[in-house]
């Protein structure tokens, strides 16, 4: 200690002074207690002479990055102006935006597409398709598919789950397909493994009747797949057919019973006719068993009944007199589904009313106290019975009933109640014979402009029904069965234009 204060004195005497620097204006930072040395303040945490200028936050000419850095809005360059700060303007800096559908993070929140407003809406609105939209997927706007419109949609209405799954505002039923506008005459729809075919006159002038017989015909989802052709001249005949399969048998009554067949690849066969037919009024109808059997009233008004049966091979026909109708003034005539009963209901020459049940292969009288309609009746044949269904008229009211068995002789008053008789509320009805044995019924409801389906066992079970709006405003109902198919065929008359449809059984 000595020999350093003795060294100092030295250095003092000999004029020599301590390295002092000046302070660097923004070099020297405070101490941690905010302490500069004398002649400076601490100013922003770095020691500062008191007149100093500018800022200390850079160096002029230096840059660094800027801006969020998120989605479009990239960074840009901030740099540092002559006074030692930086300035406010970030250049080159990616802005926000509203988001849109670009595959792009618009207003840089950190997700890609994250629309806050919904896309426009699906083309279908209706039943399961409702209140779905378009999607945004992989940067477009994508077209809505079946996943869009949800597990429960279909493209052809199947499900029969009480929803409308193909979104055109109606449940349990297809589209209505529209076969002729220009009906003249009869008409019948006829199902078979894979599809329907419908056999009808088409009015080709203006008030015309009966003019071509046309035959088309629609696989199972209703696709038109033979174009409506005409397969006969009917020169204003009333005809009958039936099928066996794709098969179609036809035949048209007026002066001769000219007969054809039709196969499924279009082939029209011409059947030998049947000379001088002695056909009068306007009921013929047939039905395919072992044979194609014919009914039709006959001449001199008011006639009886005459059937007709020709061999499906083609064959000259059999011609067998209905002599327990002769004389009678028909006005509703049937052919059971299987072709073995021919049922007519008339006014006997002693003016009451008649209804008679009758076998085809003899003729022979199995009842003549059968089930009374005043429409058309409907007869099934299932385990040696005769189901019948059938739509009654007073001048009060109507109703539809079902007929466990014709052969037992139930009157329809004592039959089951399908519609319960009021004014003005049912039309003509139609049944088949599902797979099952079950008994399927349509009946016109005129009042409601629709259509009551009903279900029963052909024993004569308890119905259960449902209801349906008409293809058109109201309509004749004829049902057909395409085997494997688990909707029912629903074709419909209104004025000249025949639809046809599936609607789900009930």
């Known amino acids: 200690m000595r020999l350093f204060l003795l060294t100092l004195a030295t250095l003092l005497l000999a004029g020599c002074t301590l390295y002092a620097p000046p302070i660097v204006d923004c070099k020297v930072q405070c101490s941690t207690d905010g302490k500069c040395p004398a002649g400076t303040t601490c100013t922003g945490g770095v020691c500062r002479p008191p007149n100093a200028q500018g ?32 300035n406010a303007a970030c250049v080159g800096e990616g802005q926000p935006s509203a988001e849109v559908c670009d595959g792009k993070d618009n207003d840089c929140n950190g997700v890609v597409d994250d629309l806050t407003t919904d896309l426009a809406a699906c083309p279908l609105s ?57 009906l003249s005459n009869e008409w019948f729809v006829l199902g078979y493994d894979g599809g329907y075919a419908v056999v009808y006159t088409n009015s080709t002038v203006t008030g015309g009747r009966g003019d071509d017989v046309f035959l088309a015909r629609y696989d199972v989802n209703l696709n038109q797949v033979v174009p409506p052709s005409p397969i ?21 009554v007026r002066g001769d019973a000219d007969a054809l067949r039709v196969d499924g690849d279009g082939t029209v066969t011409t059947l030998p006719s049947y000379v001088d037919a002695g056909f009068s009024l306007d009921l013929v109808r047939a039905a395919v068993g072992s044979e194609f059997v014919v009914a039709y009233t006959t001449d001199p008004y ?111 008053a004592t039959s089951t109640v399908v519609a319960a008789p009021l004014a003005g509320q049912w039309g003509q009805s139609d049944s088949v014979l599902d797979e099952h044995g079950q008994v399927l019924m349509a009946v016109e409801d005129v009042a409601n402009a629709g259509l009551l389906l009903a279900r029963a066992l052909p024993d004569g079970g308890a119905f259960v ?5 008409a293809a058109t405003a109201t309509g004749v109902p004829q049902l057909a069965l395409s085997p494997g198919d688990p909707l029912l065929g629903v074709a419909q008359l209104n004025a000249t234009t025949v639809t046809l449809r599936r609607v789900c059984r009930p």
């Open 232 to 252: 006969k001249q009917a020169s204003r005949e009333y005809f009958g057919a039936g099928n066996v399969g794709p098969v179609i048998y036809f035949v048209g």
């Open 55 to 86: 800022g200390c936050e850079c160096v002029a000419g230096d840059q660094r990055p800027c801006g969020l850095g998120v989605g479009v809005c990239t960074k840009g360059v901030q740099s540092c102006g002559a006074d030692g700060t930086w």
């Open 126 to 182: 209706k039943g399961v398709c409702a209140g779905s939209r378009h999607q945004c997927i992989d940067g477009g706007i994508a077209d809505c598919t079946a996943a869009t419109y949800g597990a429960a949609y279909q493209t052809v209405e199947t499900a029969c789950d009480g929803l409308d799954n193909d979104c055109d505002g109606e449940t349990d039923v297809t589209p209505a397909v529209v076969v002729t506008t220009k």
């Open 465 to 469: 029904t449902r209801h349906v709006q």
């Open 302 to 412: 008011p006639g009886g009944v005459r059937q007709v049966a020709w061999p499906l091979d083609g064959g000259a026909p059999r011609v067998l007199e209905v002599s327990a109708v002769t004389q009678a003034v028909v006005t509703d005539l049937a052919v059971s589904a299987g072709a073995s009963f021919v049922y007519s209901l008339g006014t006997d020459p002693d003016g009451g009313v008649g209804s008679y049940l009758q076998r085809t292969g003899d003729g022979a009288l199995v009842r003549g106290d059968a089930v009374q309609c005043s429409a058309r009746a409907s007869l099934l044949e299932v385990d040696g019975r005769v189901p019948a269904t059938v739509s009654r008229e007073t001048a009060s009211s109507s109703g539809a009933y079902f007929n466990a068995d014709l052969l037992t002789g139930v009157e329809a």
